[in-house]
């Protein structure tokens, strides 16, 4: 299991733009898929991006498809996700979560395949 770092939440205007990171304690990502999931009040969490590392897939809910952007840095160290356009419904709480292996459907690996969990970053959207 990785231990996993999340950074970036905070309160923002609708409209307007938000960065996640995800950082793996002293290792790199180099086998694995990476996910971002996320928890609003009294709601199950639920998938949102993912990330197979080896091949550089991604996968997009199409709640975030066309604003959310999944991306790994060069050195494989941190996940970033880039949140644009967002929206009052975009409000939750937004975990990394990972696995070591591949992955190769059209979506994402649901809750239960993920071992590694972030503690979670608050996301607010309001005006």
């Known amino acids: 299991q990785l231990q996993l770092v999340e950074s970036g939440g905070g309160l923002v205007q609708p409209g307007k733009s938000l960065r996640l990171s995800c950082t793996a304690s002293?290792?790199?990502?180099?086998?694995?898929?990476i996910a971002w999931f996320r928890q609003a009040p009294g709601k199950e969490r639920e998938g949102i991006s993912c990330i197979t590392i080896n091949s550089g897939r991604t996968n997009y809910d199409d709640s975030v498809k066309g604003r959310f952007i999944i991306s790994t840095d060069d050195a494989k160290k941190t996940m970033s996700l880039q949140m644009n356009n967002l929206k009052p419904e975009d409000t939750a709480v937004y975990y990394c979560?990972?696995?070591?292996?591949?992955?190769?459907?059209?979506?994402?690996?649901?809750?239960?395949?993920?071992?590694?969990w972030g503690q979670g970053a608050q996301v607010t959207v309001s005006s």
């Open positions: 002293g290792l790199t990502f180099d086998y694995h898929i």
């Open positions: 979560a990972a696995v070591r292996g591949t992955w190769f459907a059209e979506y994402c690996p649901p809750r239960t395949a993920f071992d590694s």
